[in-house]
């Protein structure tokens, strides 16, 4: 007998351990957020050129501080538990890197819309990570003991964890993983998650 559970990964790495696009500068009293939490003032930080060149994509970051964290690029409108704490910066060099093109060729504004969309998606996607909105699945197979009716584990265990989101995104992310077989239920798993 197979049993599938999706449980929430406690223990998951930051995806901004991961290589992205832009590069989060962020300050805060209290928290260690994104990649950088320089000493300067924020201001100082994002006029350096060296920090933000001409040409970079450059978005706000905000911060919801209210029974939890959350991240945005747009203002939550909530004087008491938010406000702005960054930018998320994707320079003109990592832009080309990443749309693989020349190192003087033009940044387009398509290209420009798109390095905005990834950066908002990597926002969206720390958010997640912030907000403990990252899972797991655990395949367990056991069997009923013949002489108690009790459960026995058979050792034949399989596990992924650091699936972040809660869109059918990730589920078909973990699909990935699972044996063709054991997608009805790992969408029931999904369901009632714990």
Sequence with gaps: MITITVKQDTDAQSPRENDN???MATWHRGYRLGD???KCDPQ????????V?????????????????????????????SGRV??????????RECHMLAADAEITAEIRASAERTLKS????????????????????TH????????VHDGDDDSCWGFIGSDKSTLD???EHVDAKHHVALEAAWEVRS
């Excluded at 100082?44 to 920090?51: V, Y």
């Excluded at 009923?144 to 459960?151: D, I, W, Y």
Aim: glycine residues 10%.
């Design 53 to 81: 060149p001409e040409g970079s994509v450059v978005l706000p970051l905000y911060l919801m501080d209210h029974g939890g964290l959350s991240m945005s690029t747009g203002d939550y409108g909530d004087r008491w538990d």
């Design 44 to 51: 100082e930080w994002h006029d350096d050129a060296d920090n």
């Design 144 to 151: 009923l003991c013949n002489e108690c009716n009790a459960k």
């Design 36 to 38: 950088a939490q320089p």
């Design 122 to 141: 990597e926002v969206a996607e720390y958010s997640d990570y912030l907000e403990g909105n990252v899972w797991g699945y655990v395949i367990e197979s």
């Design 173 to 175: 992310a973990m699909k």
């Design 86 to 95: 960054g930018w998320i910066v994707a320079t003109p060099d990592k832009i």
């Design 21 to 23: 696009l832009g590069v």
